[in-house]
């Protein structure tokens, strides 16, 4: 059964850091690219983050750029994302997914979802 399981969500105050995991199960990494999204109160998902099956390439969302970084350890079969600086906006339920292409994934067309952990970024 192929699963795709975040964690790492919490709460954390403004200006602190968190960083998410990414774990895949019943198949590996290796092939795909993974990307994050995330979906707050009242709005659509959207994309924040995604990187090739090789880490070679990655891309952000320009709201996150140069707060959040994408990186995954295949022999661990997980990607992370590192954020810091987080703001109040930053709250959401934060989902990774995978894809074979990375182009797929900057599109947001996703073959596999996780269900997700909740960020909150409050005082």
């Known amino acids: 059964q192929l699963q795709l399981v975040e964690s790492g969500g919490g709460l954390v105050q403004p200006g602190g850091s968190l960083t998410l995991s990414c774990a895949a199960s019943?198949?590996?990494?290796?092939?795909?690219?993974i990307g994050w999204f995330r979906q707050a109160p009242g709005k659509e998902r959207e994309g924040i983050s995604c990187?090739?099956?090789?880490?070679?390439?990655?891309n952000y969302v320009d709201s996150v750029k140069g707060r959040f970084t994408i990186s995954r350890d295949n022999a661990k079969n997980t990607v992370y994302l590192q954020m810091n600086s987080l703001k109040p906006e930053d709250t959401a339920i934060y989902y990774c997914?995978?894809?074979?292409?990375?182009?797929?994934?900057?599109?947001?067309?996703?073959?596999?979802w996780g269900k997700g952990t909740l960020v909150t970024v409050s005082s």
């Open positions: 019943g198949f590996t990494l290796d092939y795909y690219a």
């Open positions: 997914a995978a894809v074979p292409l990375f182009r797929r994934c900057v599109s947001g067309v996703m073959d596999y």
């Open positions: 990187i090739s099956n090789r880490g070679g390439s990655t």
